[in-house]
Nanobody
Framework: QEPLVESGGGVVQTGGSLNLTCIGW???????LAWFRQAPGKEREGVAD??????????HYADFVKGRFTISKGSTFNTVYLQMNGLKPEDSGMYYC??????????????????WGKGTQVTVSS
């Protein structure tokens, strides 16, 4: 069993929408779940993260997706979604889900995440 499994990628036109799903089989009820992406020839970068904080859920977004993408939890604590609207060609890449114990690291610090999925491909055509 893979520690995290992503799905929902595909090919869409500019301005279109996709909803990615991640099931984190190794994620605990109070653990951080995050989405990252990586385009060919570029470094992996953080997109959004979410973690429980008391009765609330804390979320963070990269500046380049604010107002367009929404991260949310599913009906089970180990499921997380990434609703992507207003997609642009520069949003194309492999999207990965990751998890780490407890609250999410600051600034989407990749090295602090313990488990990663294999990714789902998102392609936005112009």
């Amino acid at each position: 069993q893979e520690p995290l499994v992503e799905s929902g990628g595909g090919v869409v036109q500019t301005g279109g929408s996709l909803n990615l799903t991640c099931i984190g089989w190794v994620a605990g009820q109070y653990d951080c779940l995050a989405w990252f992406r990586q385009a060919p020839g570029k470094e992996r970068e953080g997109v959004a993260d979410i973690a429980p904080a008391g009765i609330d859920l804390l979320t963070h977004y990269a500046d380049f997706v604010k107002g367009r993408f929404t991260i949310s939890k599913g009906s089970t604590f180990n499921t997380v979604y990434l609703q992507m609207n207003g997609l642009k060609p520069e949003d194309s890449g492999m999207y990965y889900c990751a998890t780490v114990r407890g609250l999410c690291p600051e600034h989407f610090s990749l090295t602090e995440y313990h488990y990663w999925g294999k990714g789902t491909q998102v392609t936005v055509s112009s």
